[in-house]
């Protein structure tokens, strides 16, 4: 099948299929292939470690210990915070915690390189110099998982479950990450020498001099701000999905196959379709105690109105309704036809047919309608005793039984008719694809115009409102893609405002937090207006991505921001600093992330290929703003800050204190 289906088969016809007894063996194949090639991204990242760090052992415990971070993080989701929901976002963790994971084995590797030309009070002994490095990484770390944590919790806001489950595992796997103090300890004990680099020599002695050169800057934020106002526009341009979202590459034959069946060949009646339902005696769910997070499997009580009696004029009306939706014509686009009759569902008009011929009565008197000259309408009464036999018996309109045909429409409860309803297929929607927000809203809202015609003329008669729902949850879906686009952009402001209210407690600089948050949403433009330019749209895939940009967004800017704190001197010799301790942290960490994401563009699920695209943007974008932007804006506006008198001889006399104890 492969073989036939290539592109060079054969020049003049092109082979696709989608035949449903080879569905699954494909799909796992699919899963089999991405999942090789996530696994190429975690060896993309042992590799860069072993080459950074020079260390085969300290490369392989360092990814152990990223992955043992997980059972412990799914040990505090599951049982600490007795989270039930598990949503197949989670996976992603896995990318998460490798890229903070590396990143956090980077700082501190290079903290205990600088440890070296600290002084003799850090080199006085092992103890020393590891406390030295532990308290100048620890806090970086520290500052740098908070902010990020914050981020990923803003998404706690979306009433989308799955969401919201994938923040709090995601900020679990980041908290539960281990350090790499043993690992360095380890190295120190048994004398391995960390090589030198020669990146640091690059950031401190060439890097630094040109972003505090003024000309530089000037020709920095020339582009920058250009790029910026470009980024804006096109961010603004960003729209809904217009069409049928896909889970596969689109070259995929599978996915062309689907896509030729539903884009190029138009529905025929025998073709499945979603049935909308019109329903009187129900509420909308009692939604009290829904918590779906703890338990998942609660989502809610029918809600029945009280009142609510299917009497004659109850059957009257919803006689009238069935046939409006069979004969009006504004109602011909969204009602499907099978052999030449609209597909409308009504169990009152076999109802009054059985009331009046009773079983003897046959089909061809069902449809023909003779039986309305009559007293067709059944008494309240007279439901008790008539119902169960008429459930029982067959329906003019399929090979079962009426119980069966209509039991979505029909609730009889072996009591009382607790709810009664009508329902048609839909000419648009079908149980297979998903169309987008805005094609099935302009369906929605045309039947919730006929929905009100319809109350005005049954509310009074069958003492309520009625209910318009469908059973394949499209209009569910409908309203979650909306919630996922307004929760994604919520939700990245969101992590935008903690990411500075955490920069602010953390540096206590004013001016540091507004600069670092200025970085953060020039990545957050950029990254949306980049994927808008090369033709994204805002599905789902898309929404979610752009509910988590801030958690990807905060890292650099935030290990910068902090080196730029703890350095000592003027704005120059501060960002000479700065870029000295961090630039190689920073740098290998974006490299790291870059590295890992290139495998999964190639993925032919089309959420883990998007996934890929949209990290290596942000990564990228984060690296570039950190270092071009936000260390230009601290070296043009020169904000002195003084430090505390005295603070280095205290830090060492606390370091030597708390060693002695």
Request: charged share 20%.
């Amino acid at each position: 099948m492969d073989k036939i289906t290539s592109a060079n088969y054969n020049q003049s016809v092109h082979t696709y299929y989608f035949m449903g007894i080879l569905i699954f063996d494909v799909i796992v194949k699919i899963l089999i292939s991405d999942g090789f090639k996530a696994t190429m991204s975690f060896v993309a990242v042992f590799f860069y470690l072993r080459f950074m760090i020079g260390s085969w052992f300290l490369a392989t415990v360092g990814m152990l210990e990223m992955f043992l971070s997980l059972p412990l993080a799914w040990f505090t989701f599951s049982y600490v915070f007795s989270i039930k929901y598990f949503s197949t976002l989670n996976v992603l963790c896995v990318f998460i915690v490798a890229a903070i994971g590396a990143d956090d084995i980077f700082v501190f590797m290079d903290a205990y390189r600088q440890s070296a030309r600290k002084g003799a009070d850090v080199l006085e002994s092992l103890e020393t110099r590891m406390s030295w490095v532990y308290r100048r990484s620890g806090k970086a770390m520290l500052v740098t998982s908070a902010t990020t944590c914050s981020a990923f919790l803003c998404t706690i806001i979306s009433p989308i479950a799955g969401t919201r489950s994938f923040g709090c595992c995601t900020c679990n796997s980041i908290e539960d990450n281990p350090d790499p103090t043993k690992r360095a300890l380890d190295m120190a004990k048994n004398g391995q020498v960390l090589p030198s680099d020669r990146i640091t020599q690059f950031y401190q002695n060439t890097f630094a001099p040109f972003i505090l050169h003024q000309r530089s800057r000037m020709y920095i934020a020339i582009p920058v701000i250009a790029w910026i106002i470009l980024s804006v526009f096109f961010t603004t341009k960003l729209q809904p999905t217009q069409s049928t979202e896909q889970n596969l590459d689109p070259d995929h034959p599978l996915q062309k196959g689907a896509t030729i069946l539903s884009e190029k060949f138009p529905t025929v009646q025998r073709d499945p379709s979603t049935e909308i339902h019109f329903i009187w005696g129900l509420e909308d769910v009692d939604r009290d105690g829904v918590r779906q997070l703890f338990d998942p499997e609660f989502v809610g009580k029918p809600s029945f109105v009280e009142g609510f009696e299917f009497n004659e004029q109850c059957q009257e009306g919803m006689l009238e309704v069935c046939d409006t939706l069979r004969t009006n014509r504004g109602l011909e686009s969204l009602i499907k036809r099978k052999d030449g009759l609209r597909s409308v569902s009504c169990f009152v008009e076999e109802l009054g047919a059985y009331n009046v011929l009773g079983t003897s009565g046959t089909c061809e008197g069902t449809k023909s309608g003779t039986w309305r000259s009559g007293d067709w309408q059944m008494a309240s009464s007279d439901l008790r005793s008539t119902m169960p036999s008429f459930v029982k018996h067959s329906t003019c309109y399929a090979e079962t039984s009426m119980h069966a045909h209509y039991k979505y429409t029909m609730g009889w409860d072996g009591a009382k008719v607790r709810y009664a309803g009508i329902s048609f297929e839909s000419n648009l929607l079908d149980p297979w694809n998903t169309l987008p927000e805005e094609s099935v809203r302009e369906q929605y809202d045309e039947l919730l115009m006929y929905k009100k015609i319809f109350d005005k003329k049954l509310q009074e008669a069958c003492q309520g409102e009625s209910i318009m729902t469908d059973l394949d949850q499209k209009f569910i879906f409908m309203n979650n893609q909306k919630i996922y686009r307004t929760s994604a952009v919520s939700g990245s402001l969101l992590g935008v405002f903690l990411a500075f209210i955490v920069l602010l407690v953390s540096t206590r600089r004013f001016h540091i937090a507004f600069f670092a948050t200025l970085s953060i949403a020039s990545v957050l433009f950029s990254v949306l207006g980049s994927v808008t330019m090369t033709g994204w749209t805002l599905g789902t895939n898309e929404a979610i991505l752009v509910s988590i940009l801030a958690g990807f967004s905060v890292d650099y800017v935030v290990h910068l921001a902090h080196a730029y704190v703890e350095a000592e001197g003027s704005a120059a010799e501060r960002t000479t600093e700065a870029f000295g301790d961090m630039g190689i942290s920073v740098f290998s960490g974006m490299l790291t992330s870059v590295v890992a994401s290139i495998p999964l563009f190639t993925c032919t699920l089309t959420f883990f290929a998007k996934f890929g695209t949209f990290l290596c943007l942000t990564i990228v974008f984060s690296w570039f703003f950190a270092n071009f932007g936000f260390m230009s804006l601290l070296s043009q506006f020169q904000i002195p800050m003084e430090k505390t008198k005295g603070k280095v001889q205290r830090n060492s006399s606390e370091m030597k204190s708390s060693l002695r104890v």
